[in-house]
């Protein structure tokens, strides 16, 4: 009859060799998934230097939540997150973030959902503002929440200085500039009041400015929302998904 210590010592080196497999098998997966991400990564980050064109030492950071492998298995990235400094768009630049969710792999249907944010500092805004006819773009600060610009109102031989407060917002896809702060000398003045003393000529100044972002980006985002935070201006856009495939999307859009 076999003794419980014999029976044990059996045992043991199947155990062994099983805890040794479970191990490989564990490091098998880690390092597939290690090589599965890099390879998923720079994919991403090859594509989109290809479609938009962007310089070739252009540092894209790519963000994929969670276990890689699974989602490769179910032909779907879960959430991906793309960012870059000064990312050129045409003749501006600026830092952009793109977060998509439910992201075909194969690229043969739309994502789930997708959005991106732009934020620009003083100078790319004045670049932005310099292509608007007429618009005091070289006198551009930033201080939240509004733009702000420093305009002249001529009246004969009278040329009066106005400080102008512009509040960004997004209309139908475009940027308008509207003003809510008007000062002259120092003290804040109504638009109302401008108008009163200076008449129609204030209208160059008591306006809003729309401008038209659509020809810098892909027809597949629209511009949802702009705010200035600190000395930025952050643009929110929405993307649509649809744009993986649609190669008419991933054009330039155009102003009407």
């Known amino acids: 009859m076999t003794s ?5 010592a059996r045992r043991w080196p199947w155990l062994v060799a099983l805890v040794a497999v479970a191990a490989l098998a564990v490091g098998a997966w880690f390092a597939g998934e290690y090589i599965a991400r890099g390879i998923v990564e720079r994919t ?11 310089p070739a030492d252009q540092q894209i950071d790519v963000d994929i939540p969670g276990p890689i ?8 990235l879960g959430e991906i997150t ?3 400094r000064d990312v050129p768009l045409g003749q501006l630049a600026g830092d952009v973030v793109v977060r998509a969710s439910g992201v075909p792999i194969r690229g043969d249907g739309p994502a789930q959902d997708a959005s991106a944010s732009i934020t620009l500092d003083a100078a790319q805004v004045q670049a932005l503002l310099a292509t608007v006819e007429d618009f005091p773009a070289s006198t551009v600060t930033l201080a939240e929440p509004d733009i702000r610009v420093a305009m002249e109102l001529r009246l004969f031989a009278l040329t009066v200085p106005v400080g ?23 003290a804040q003045i109504s638009a109302q009041a401008l108008l009163d003393q200076f ?13 038209c972002v659509a020809q810098y980006l892909p027809a597949g985002m629209t511009l949802t929302d702009v705010r200035v935070e600190g000395d930025h201006v952050v643009a929110d856009f929405a993307i649509d998904g649809d744009i993986i495939h649609d190669r008419s999307l991933q054009q330039k859009g155009t102003c009407a």
């Open 4 to 8: 419980p210590a014999r029976h044990r």
């Open 44 to 54: 991403v980050r090859d594509q989109v230097q290809k479609e938009l064109s962007l």
């Open 69 to 76: 492998l699974p989602q490769l298995v179910s032909g779907t």
């Open 82 to 84: 793309l960012a870059s």
């Open 164 to 186: 102008v407060g512009l509040t960004p917002s997004a209309t139908a896809g475009q940027l308008v500039l509207t003003p809510t702060t008007l000062t002259v000398a120092d």
């Open 199 to 211: 008449g129609a000529v204030a209208s160059t100044v008591v306006r809003d400015w729309d401008v």
